[in-house]
């Protein structure tokens, strides 16, 4: 066990014994409490405490909000961040990850009934939405029309109120950083009711090119959304969501493994620009059967112009990339009326997408790859639970999903010589579920689930070869368990869960020397990886004012079984790349009735391997960040000091092995922020 994992072991022990202290001086006998359904904006019958984790957006003094910073205060969820607005990130919750490039997200992403696509696609910057819920596990693949095999994060807009509000905001702070945003919600009742929210962040960069004298990762970024609903009778109601997002970024921040954060020196840098927008239109009936909903969406998602060069030393490597997808979906529920003993849904989901890019590689002045590739991806499911009271304390959940996604593949390669191929990939799925619940006492439930998640196959767009191209599905087994404890008063929520998946065909992406002269960029299947793991969370508000969080989690994921089909090196036993072995986050945050507060963030990450055979060189340290901010707010007015990294760090957020570089943090950076409402 590390030095850091035993700190903070240490920290949230004498956090949980303060909690036990005061949980011991609650009433003997109190009423059942149900919480308030953690919802996108809909009940879920699954959504309870024990397997959501929420976070309130309008808490964070930043005004767009990334994937990345909800993972800093959610146990066993990370972001291997490239800093290339998600473009090669990698999402890992619970051991089971995306691939950076060609794979399917094992974390699937909604914008309040809007599902994304890949996870290049998902959000590095959004303002306008007020809350984030992390559905844990693959069990959710019965609720979601678009589920990962690890769990859906969703993004909820706010609810109007009895008034139209509005709201701007605005920031400043070092390396020029500056961002402004604004949000205006009509009232709620009558026959229509609407929000809209925008917001802008800029800053320069953190990475200086010494040969060019200019920083070179500066970041602009703009986006949007709209909501607009309409009632048109007391038992139906319509609708539309629109969102946009723009970027126009310097190069992505890549530096030497072992080299200096803040400095490089090559001869050229690069760009990378963003568009994304999406929409959505949902329709709602009330019927005699439930509730009817269905959701027709699309997605669009580009990036281009992409270029970066890498020093080597006895040559520079670089990369120009243009990659867009766009898709449709349709996602169809009937829920049945929650307050009867049976409660049921049943969904199906369609979507149709393509993917496409082209990409051109050069060593100093030779090109050694320009290719284009094409894929297009249909995917049909149909799923469903319900949910049976059978004693006032105990209720038994069963569910299953169906899942069919077919793809074709085509590529076409210009250097070094022309050739093309195309190709097909077809994976089912047939996935159980079985849950149960049973309310202990009036604070405490327990509950336990089995079930099967789903990740499809694909295709490499890199390599040449046609007979190396495809992968399989990776497949797995979820079994979970766990305890809530809520006091009536809502002073206090510990929820602690373990879990168990049994994985087959575990997807890795990377380098493979497939002969003596050339590598290709693949993705192959692991036979047998395994990952079983917990979490802690920690809520406690000791007086009025005050409140003291905590969120600890820890992951073993271990490759049972995997066999590099080139070199034959066996990887048997070794961690599967891109997970930290354990995380923490502590928060605690004071409200003076006089209008000021303060508030203290730590967040700390383990050890993180980024290749099968742990390599140190490829490896991450375990390491730990200090945040704050204080300020004075009033009913319309809030002013922050904020800052982040307080100790200034030195740390990569992502590496990548078969470059040698990595993605430096953020160095230690402040601001002030002020708001107004109305």
């Not at 998602?301 to 990339?321: I, K, M, R």
């Not at 099967?452 to 079994?479: C, D, Q, V, W």
């Not at 192959?524 to 990886?529: G, T």
Request: charged letters at 20%.
């Amino acid at each position: 066990m590390s030095r850091a994992f035993r700190l903070d072991l240490l920290l949230l022990s004498c956090l949980a014994c303060a909690f036990a202290a005061r949980a011991q001086t609650a009433p003997a006998a109190e009423p059942v409490v149900r919480g308030e359904p953690l919802i996108v904006r809909e009940r879920l019958l699954t959504g309870s405490p024990a397997t959501v984790s929420r976070i309130e957006l309008n808490d964070t003094p930043q005004l767009q909000v990334s994937t990345a910073q909800i993972a800093d205060r959610t146990a066993n969820f990370f972001v291997a961040d490239n800093g290339a607005r998600s473009f090669t990130d990698i999402f890992s919750l619970r051991g089971l990850t995306n691939t950076p490039i060609f794979g399917d997200p094992a974390v699937s992403v909604y914008l309040d009934d809007l599902p994304l696509g890949s996870g290049f696609t998902f959000p590095s910057a959004l303002a306008g939405f007020a809350r984030a819920e992390l559905h844990r596990g693959p069990s959710q693949n019965t609720v979601f029309g678009r589920a990962g095999s690890a769990g859906v994060l969703t993004f909820s807009t706010p609810a109007p109120t009895a008034v139209a509000t509005g709201e701007v905001r605005a920031s400043f702070g070092n390396y020029r950083s500056r961002s402004a945003s604004a949000e205006v919600s009509s009232a709620s009742g009558g026959a229509a009711d609407a929000y809209v929210g925008a917001g802008w962040a800029a800053r320069d960069g953190y990475l200086t090119n010494t040969r060019l004298n200019r920083d070179v990762d500066d970041q602009n970024a703009l986006s949007g959304l709209a909501r607009f609903r309409y009632r048109p009778t007391e038992t139906a109601e319509l609708t539309l969501l629109l969102t946009t997002f723009r970027a126009r970024d310097g190069v992505q921040p890549l530096v030497p493994l072992g080299g200096p954060l803040d400095t490089v020196n090559r001869s050229a840098e690069g760009e990378t620009d963003v568009d994304a927008y999406n929409a959505s239109l949902k329709a709602a009936f009330a019927t005699a059967l439930g509730e009817l909903t269905a959701v027709t969406s699309f997605s669009s998602w580009e990036l281009g112009p992409y270029s970066n060069t890498l020093d080597f030393g006895f040559a520079e490597l670089s990369n120009a990339v243009n990659q867009e997808q766009r898709a449709w979906s349709e996602e169809l529920k009937l829920r049945s009326d929650e307050r009867s003993e049976l409660r049921w849904q049943a969904g199906a989901f369609f979507s149709d997408g393509k993917t496409q890019g082209t990409f051109l590689r050069a060593f100093g002045p030779f090109v050694y790859e320009n290719s284009t590739y094409r894929v297009d991806t249909r995917s049909i499911a149909a799923f469903g639970e319900a949910t049976m009271d059978v004693t006032p304390a105990f209720s038994v959940t069963a569910g299953v999903r169906v899942e069919d996604v077919r793809k074709d593949f085509a590529r076409t390669q210009f250097v070094p010589a022309l050739y093309s191929f195309g190709r097909e990939h077809e994976s089912t799925a047939l996935l159980p579920k079985l849950a149960a619940r049973y309310v202990v006492d009036g604070a405490t439930s327990v509950f336990a689930s089995i079930g099967g998640g789903y990740k499809p196959g694909g295709f490499s767009a890199f390599t040449s070869n046609a007979a190396l191209a495809s992968f399989g599905p990776e497949r797995t087994k979820a079994f979970e368990a766990g305890v809530t404890h809520a006091l009536a008063d809502r002073t206090l929520s510990v929820t602690a869960r373990v879990f168990w998946y049994d994985i087959s065909g575990y997807q890795i992406e990377r380098s493979f020397a497939t002969n003596a002269q050339t590598d290709d960029y693949l993705v192959r299947n692991a036979p047998h990886a395994r990952s079983l793991g917990g979490e802690l969370e920690l809520a406690w508000r000791p007086l009025s004012g005050l409140v003291i969080a905590a969120d600890l989690g820890a992951t073993d994921v271990e490759l049972r079984e995997f066999r590099d089909p080139f070199s034959g090196v066996r990887y048997d036993g070794r961690r599967a790349p891109a997970v930290p072995t354990h995380d923490l986050s502590l928060r605690a945050s004071y409200e003076h009735r006089s209008g000021f507060f303060v508030g203290a963030d730590y967040s700390a990450v383990g050890r993180t391997y980024y290749t099968e055979g742990e390599e140190l060189m490829f490896a991450q340290r375990s390491y730990a960040l200090v945040s704050a901010q204080l300020g004075y707010a009033t009913g319309r007015y809030r002013v922050t000091v904020f800052g982040a990294n307080l100790t200034d760090e030195e740390y990569y957020t992502a590496i990548t092995p078969g470059t040698g570089h990595a993605t430096p943090g953020a160095p230690r950076t402040w601001g002030v922020a002020i708001g107004l409402k109305w």
